[in-house]
């Protein structure tokens, strides 16, 4: 199946503000989000608990640097995102919630020019999964890897494979079952389908090793649930 190419993912987002703009029901197809949005901010603070920066890639609505503001009040928040109406939603939440400086870019994080060694913690939640091949998923790592600065955290939450691929078929059959009993049939044929079209996810393996080869020095798994997971790794 053809993928959908950026222009088509960031139209998707650009209609979908205000759903987004909500833990309980933006995220209702994510197992687990309000879970691994809690373990990613609170580990993030105990690791770098005199933060002052914080990049959010893919920032959607603005609900990762929420999570992290009240943890770490007042960073100053570098939110970027291909949707505009995403960004001004998320830059309309966050720059009430902290004194700090907030600045959006719209854009694709792969080409957005951004100081290296400028960021405490780094956030990606439910965005790396759009990555494509393996050079794209190496030269992203790296890039992120180069914006941290050392002991800096980069922290995922996404959607998921397995390296076995009767695993990955088993979680998947969980995952649907799980959509279908939130909201019947069509809505997890509806989810799976934009799956297939838009998204390309790695396991937690292959992209805490990936983590690893660009140069973190140590890498946690924090929670997996089915195909979602939180981790992370530390600069």
């Not at 600065?149 to 996404?158: A, E, H, L, T």
Request: charge should be neutral; charged fraction near 25%; aromatic fraction near 8%.
């Amino acid at each position: 199946m053809k993928k959908s190419t950026v222009e088509e993912i960031k139209e998707r987002f650009d209609s979908d503000v205000e759903r987004f703009s909500n833990l309980e029901t933006g995220q209702i197809s994510t197992i687990d989000a309000k879970i691994s949005l809690e373990l990613i901010a609170e580990s993030s603070k105990r690791i770098v608990p005199h933060a002052k920066n914080l990049l959010d890639v893919g920032c959607g609505a603005g609900n990762y640097t929420l999570m992290m503001l009240q943890k770490l009040p007042d960073l100053n928040c570098t939110l970027v995102d291909l949707s505009k109406p995403m960004l001004d939603k998320a830059y309309e939440r966050v720059t009430s919630k902290t004194k700090g400086n907030v600045i959006i870019m719209q854009g694709d994080i792969r080409e957005v020019d951004l100081s290296e060694n400028s960021f405490d913690i780094i956030l990606a939640g439910a965005v790396l999964h759009h990555l494509r091949d393996d050079k794209d998923w190496a030269t992203t790592f790296t890039k992120l890897y180069k914006l941290l600065k050392i002991g800096g955290v980069f922290m995922i939450s996404d959607l998921i494979t397995q390296d076995t691929e009767q695993l990955t078929a088993y979680t998947w059959q969980r995952y649907g079952n799980y959509l279908e009993s939130i909201n019947g049939k069509e809505y997890r044929q509806n989810v799976l389908d934009y799956i297939a079209k838009e998204d390309s996810p790695r396991s937690i393996n292959y992209q805490l090793d990936l983590m690893k080869r660009v140069g973190f020095q140590k890498v946690e798994i924090l929670h997996k649930n089915m195909c979602f997971g939180a981790f992370g790794g530390i600069k």
